[in-house]
């Protein structure tokens, strides 16, 4: 008996020394398996946010926000492969900062378009001149991208398999739609070179070298798939939008709202039937037939089968243009957020048996590299947020202030 009261004893011990107490009113995203974004503030003042890494330390304090400028020159805080860009609430500097170097990266600038494949593009106004251009992860410029690119970028794409979509001015034609007055987009490498020069009416970035875009036919918006010499070679038959390519299959759906998938060649694999369907991740796919959800692969096989719950939970929703966010997190967690009522409300965490995994009084959000933020109750009444594990323990509580 006393063999095992010692044991428990341990256990809960260790289980308390892992939940490391961190200086700050919350807990805001799981950035990856190594950092978290933490804030001060709360819903009646602006929160300060800043990033610990997974021993605890603080890398960035609680210091940066974004602006709520013109649409132009407004600021979002956002973390792109581990490069976090904000506002410093004690300069007003905009900053760049590489978190995985702990380095600040020193350009001033006015906008931007976040890191991918190593590439960010920013703008800054300088001498009444509008200077656009590239930068790699460690703070080397690449290239200047062309002098008539828009200096506004909120219609611009990151870079994908070597090519990023941009828009830039051009000549003004009072006969154009107001669509075509102003602006046009193009398709540039990463030399800046101009690569795609081809009129469409809306433009995706480019995933299994196709890149979804969208033309105008008799005034319907229809929607095709070009290449990367931007030849059109899935035709503009879809009413709905398809979404962009993953696992070579793009999901689309029929006038009925009835999903099915194609091929990187246009040619139908799996029959439109389902009443709801993710993206295809690692050759898995979410998707619902009748009252049924399912697991099924890229031959349409069933893979799992729940039977209990109702609908994906409200706030869960993917909204990415791969349509994968949801399908990941189960692949890679095997956890995930559900309603046992077609509202969507009602928030449970299951496994994959469907059972209920943490505490009931648990509000978790989506698992991220097996991490999750969570909100609850604590012994004061006091709502607050923790990150947790796949196993559910806490491993980082906010260090309690008697103030």
Same mark, same amino acid.
């Given at each position: 008996?006393?063999?095992?009261?010692?044991?428990?004893?341990?256990?809960?011990?260790?289980?308390?020394?892992?939940?490391?107490?961190?200086?700050?009113?919350?807990?805001?995203?799981?950035?990856?398996?190594?950092?978290?974004?933490?804030?001060?503030?709360?819903?009646?003042?602006?929160?300060?946010?800043?990033?610990?890494?997974?021993?605890?330390?603080?890398?960035?304090?609680?210091?940066?926000?974004?602006?709520?400028?013109?649409?132009?020159?407004?600021?979002?805080?956002?973390?792109?492969?581990?490069?976090?860009?904000?506002?410093?609430?004690?300069?007003?500097?905009?900053?760049?900062?590489?978190?995985?170097?702990?380095?600040?990266?020193?350009?001033?600038?006015?906008?931007?378009?976040?890191?991918?494949?190593?590439?960010?593009?920013?703008?800054?106004?300088?001498?009444?001149?509008?200077?656009?251009?590239?930068?790699?992860?460690?703070?080397?410029?690449?290239?200047?991208?062309?002098?008539?690119?828009?200096?506004?970028?909120?219609?611009?794409?990151?870079?994908?398999?070597?090519?990023?979509? $941009?828009?830039?001015? #051009?000549?003004?034609?009072?006969? %154009? =739609?107001? @669509?075509?007055?102003?602006?046009?987009? !193009?398709?540039? *490498?990463?030399?800046?070179?101009?690569?795609?020069?081809?009129?469409?009416?809306?433009?995706?970035?480019?995933?299994?070298?196709?890149?979804?875009?969208?033309?105008?036919?008799?005034?319907?918006?229809?929607?095709?798939?070009?290449?990367?010499?931007?030849?059109?070679?899935?035709?503009?038959?879809?009413?709905?939008?398809?979404?962009?390519?993953?696992?070579?299959?793009?999901?689309?759906?029929?006038?009925?709202?009835?999903?099915?998938?194609?091929?990187?060649?246009? $040619?139908?694999?799996? #029959?439109?039937?389902?009443?709801? %369907? =993710?993206? @295809?991740?690692?050759?898995?796919?979410? !998707?619902?037939? *009748?009252?049924?959800?399912?697991?099924?692969?890229?031959?349409?096989?069933?893979?799992?089968?729940?039977?209990?719950?109702?609908?994906?939970?409200?706030?869960?929703?993917?909204?990415?243009?791969?349509?994968?966010?949801?399908?990941?997190?189960?692949?890679?967690?095997?956890?995930?957020?559900?309603?046992?009522?077609?509202?969507?409300?009602?928030?449970?965490?299951?496994?994959?048996?469907?059972?209920?995994?943490?505490?009931?009084?648990?509000?978790?959000?989506?698992?991220?590299?097996?991490?999750?933020?969570?909100?609850?109750?604590?012994?004061?009444?006091?709502?607050?947020?923790?990150?947790?594990?796949?196993?559910?323990?806490?491993?980082?509580?906010?260090?309690?202030?008697?103030?």
């Amino acid at each position: 008996m006393r063999k095992i009261t010692l044991l428990l004893a341990i256990l809960n011990f260790n289980l308390i020394s892992a939940q490391t107490p961190i200086t700050c009113d919350g807990f805001s995203e799981i950035i990856d398996s190594k950092y978290f974004l933490t804030y001060i503030g709360n819903n009646h003042q602006a929160k300060k946010y800043g990033i610990i890494d997974i021993e605890g330390n603080q890398i960035i304090e609680n210091k940066l926000i974004s602006n709520t400028g013109s649409s132009y020159f407004k600021i979002k805080l956002s973390i792109s492969q581990n490069v976090i860009f904000g506002i410093d609430s004690n300069t007003k500097k905009k900053i760049i900062y590489n978190i995985e170097t702990q380095n600040s990266i020193d350009y001033e600038y006015d906008n931007y378009v976040g890191f991918n494949e190593n590439i960010a593009i920013l703008w800054k106004v300088k001498n009444n001149e509008n200077l656009i251009f590239a930068i790699d992860r460690q703070g080397n410029k690449l290239f200047d991208l062309p002098k008539n690119t828009s200096n506004d970028l909120r219609d611009f794409g990151k870079f994908n398999e070597g090519l990023a979509r $941009i828009q830039i001015n #051009k000549k003004y034609n009072p006969n %154009a =739609s107001v @669509f075509q007055k102003l602006k046009k987009t !193009v398709y540039i *490498d990463t030399l800046g070179e101009i690569k795609i020069d081809k009129q469409f009416k809306y433009y995706g970035d480019f995933y299994n070298n196709r890149a979804r875009v969208c033309k105008e036919i008799d005034g319907v918006e229809k929607w095709g798939f070009i290449n990367k010499k931007g030849e059109v070679i899935i035709d503009f038959i879809f009413s709905e939008i398809p979404t962009e390519f993953n696992n070579n299959l793009s999901r689309v759906k029929t006038k009925d709202k009835l999903y099915g998938y194609i091929d990187i060649n246009g $040619i139908v694999v799996i #029959k439109p039937k389902y009443i709801f %369907a =993710s993206g @295809f991740y690692n050759d898995n796919a979410l !998707v619902k037939k *009748d009252k049924t959800w399912l697991i099924i692969n890229s031959k349409d096989e069933i893979l799992h089968e729940f039977k209990k719950f109702a609908t994906i939970a409200i706030g869960f929703l993917d909204h990415s243009s791969k349509q994968i966010e949801i399908i990941k997190t189960i692949v890679e967690n095997q956890i995930f957020n559900v309603s046992f009522d077609l509202l969507g409300w009602g928030t449970k965490t299951i496994n994959m048996d469907e059972k209920e995994t943490f505490n009931k009084d648990w509000k978790v959000g989506r698992f991220k590299e097996g991490y999750s933020v969570i909100g609850y109750f604590n012994e004061k009444k006091k709502f607050v947020s923790a990150i947790i594990n796949k196993k559910g323990d806490l491993i980082f509580v906010v260090k309690e202030n008697q103030f």
